[in-house]
């Protein structure tokens, strides 16, 4: 079974920078569309950006646009997550995830695998 750990989580002051890792086994990974989740105490898991396998297409939600950049290394089977300008509305369990979504990128329930999740927490 796919395997998932994300990495690189903590706490960091508002508008600093963090990075999350994603690693994943497996040989497909070069296939997958990865995505990054994040969900906070009481809230639903909501969407936060994208990557696919075959083109490296990135997609974003409106409200880290500008500030979070996903990327992935095939060869290392990782997907990052670079976070600046974080803000207190950031802070969350982030978690990575994979599969073949085909246009449905945004939507959890298409990912066939999870990560554990690692924690961001943005202070102000």
């Known amino acids: 079974q796919v395997h998932m750990v994300e990495s690189g989580g903590g706490l960091v002051q508002a508008g600093g920078s963090l990075r999350v890792s994603c690693a994943l086994s497996g040989r497909t990974f070069s296939t997958y569309t990865m995505g990054w989740f994040r969900q906070a105490p009481g809230k639903e898991r909501e969407f936060v950006a994208a990557?696919?396998?075959?083109?490296?297409?990135?997609y974003y939600a409106d409200v880290v646009m500008r500030r979070f950049t996903i990327s992935r290394d095939n060869a290392k089977n990782t997907v990052n997550l670079q976070m600046t300008s974080l803000k207190p509305e950031d802070t969350a369990i982030y978690y990575c995830?994979?599969?073949?979504?085909?246009?449905?990128?945004?939507?959890?329930?298409?990912?066939?695998?999870w990560g554990q999740g690692t924690q961001v927490t943005v202070s102000s």
């Open positions: 990557i696919t396998g075959s083109l490296g297409w990135t």
């Open positions: 995830a994979a599969g073949y979504v085909g246009g449905s990128y945004y939507l959890p329930e298409k990912y066939n695998y």
